[in-house]
């Protein structure tokens, strides 16, 4: 749906003129390498999608936040300072997690009309939850500072801060900042190198003169994912613990270097530990590698760090599967790929392939082909741009 469309269907939801009318959108983002580091205080390499959430809002002036989607019949009506009463809902609870923590902070917010439209696909790992906070703190934050005469730049840094609280604390899951970060940060044409540990980072044009970034969905329920995703972070930190009585001074894997893991890798005795941590430390050395190889045009060195890091996170972190292995060992067979990876927090959700143009439609066909045949599902393609992060779209 175009704006003019969205703008009709928010009026027949909630009536009334289209005065006050606000619209803003946020992406999902691909990681184009670095699994499983950001919350490892780790780098990690992502870039803002086109596929995004936009919100339609406008402001009410009896403390109600009232919530509707174009995809869903579900309506939610929350009282500003009832928020907490509405974690438990089927739909909803992103946007009024991130009110909470905005409110929190110190954020002085009015009630409005929302109405949401996501092109990120649902549980396809780009990220259509940080898509939906981003948006939702942008346009909160927007009617409130217009509704008490507040001046000033959204700072999206702290954006995405809260954006990832309401998470942890809203809705359970305690994700790492990544998603949230390039959703907020993103700009077109370029990927964000960043160091979890303080949030420094630094814009890297991604120009793939000739080549073409092919997302694959392996339309997989991710019913896996959350369990293992606390699982390995668990994992991650029994690690962290036992290096430290070599490393004293670290506090993160992120502080680890490789040749400090080689050192001292022979203290974590459990071999299941030490492949989580072997993988992030290999993969934190990936991403700078990876950075530099963009920067200098070498298209094709940045494809084999994209092989060896699928083949880390099948082989030490194990969290691809079937499906996601499939796809990237299909991708590798056609002339024209060089390189593919799963990519998200795995067990389903989506691979990234980098891929000659002339090059792109045979992919297409083959690789979902051979998919269907080796696990019975129908995998989907999208030849997504580079965009920019979360932003108010003028009308």
């Known amino acids: 749906m175009d704006i003019k469309e969205l703008k009709k269907v928010f009026l027949d939801i909630y009536g009334g003129s289209e005065e006050g009318i ?22 990690v390499f992502p870039a803002a999608l086109t596929l995004s959430s936009t919100v339609i809002a406008r402001p009410r002036k009896d403390g109600l936040i009232n919530l509707a989607v174009t995809d869903l019949d579900d309506r939610v ?18 946007q009024l997690g991130v009110a909470d923590e905005l409110q929190k902070a110190g954020y002085k917010l009015t009630g409005c009309d929302m109405l949401f439209h996501d092109t990120v696909p649902i549980g396809s790992g780009l990220s259509s939850s940080a898509a939906i906070e981003v948006v939702t703190a942008i346009a909160l934050i927007t009617l409130g500072n217009e509704a008490y005469g ?57 120009e793939l003169k000739g080549y073409k970034i092919v997302i694959s969905n392996t339309k997989k329920k991710r019913s896996l994912a959350a369990v293992k995703y606390n699982e390995r972070r668990a994992e991650c930190e029994k690690g962290l613990e036992i290096l430290k009585k070599s490393l004293p001074d670290i506090t993160c894997l992120g502080d680890v270097s490789a040749e400090q893991f080689e050192q001292y890798k022979h203290t974590i005795e459990d071999d299941i530990i030490r492949k989580r941590v072997e993988h992030v430390i290999y993969e934190d050395d990936r991403v700078l590698k ?22 880390s996170l099948r082989d030490l972190y194990e969290v691809t599967g079937l499906e996601l292995d499939t796809l ?8 024209g790929v060089i390189g593919s990876r799963m ?37 989907e393609f999208y030849i997504s741009e580079i965009g920019d992060g979360g932003r108010e779209i003028q009308l």
């Open 343 to 379: 990519t998200g927090a795995g067990f389903g959700g989506c691979t990234v392939s980098i891929v000659r143009e002339d090059a792109v439609d045979n992919f297409i066909e083959q690789v979902g082909k051979a998919y269907q045949e080796k696990t019975g599902i129908k995998a």
């Open 290 to 311: 990876s950075a530099e190889a963009l920067m200098n045009n070498e298209f094709e060195k940045f494809g084999k760090y994209m092989i060896e890091s699928h083949n």
């Open 150 to 206: 507040i001046s000033g730049d959204i700072d999206m840094v702290e954006v995405a801060k809260i954006s990832q609280l309401a998470e942890h604390n809203f809705i359970g899951v305690n994700c790492g900042i990544m998603d949230q970060f390039a959703s907020a940060m993103g700009r077109k044409d370029h990927a964000i190198l960043l160091d979890c540990r303080d949030l420094s980072y630094k814009y890297v044009p991604l």
């Open 22 to 43: 606000r619209v803003f959108s946020s992406p999902g983002r691909v990681n184009l390498i670095g699994e499983h580091t950001d919350y490892n205080g780790g780098y």
């Open 77 to 94: 009506s929350a009282p500003l300072d009832r928020l907490s009463d509405f974690k438990n809902i089927r739909w909803g609870n992103y």
């Open 328 to 335: 990237v060992e299909e991708a590798l067979k056609i002339d």
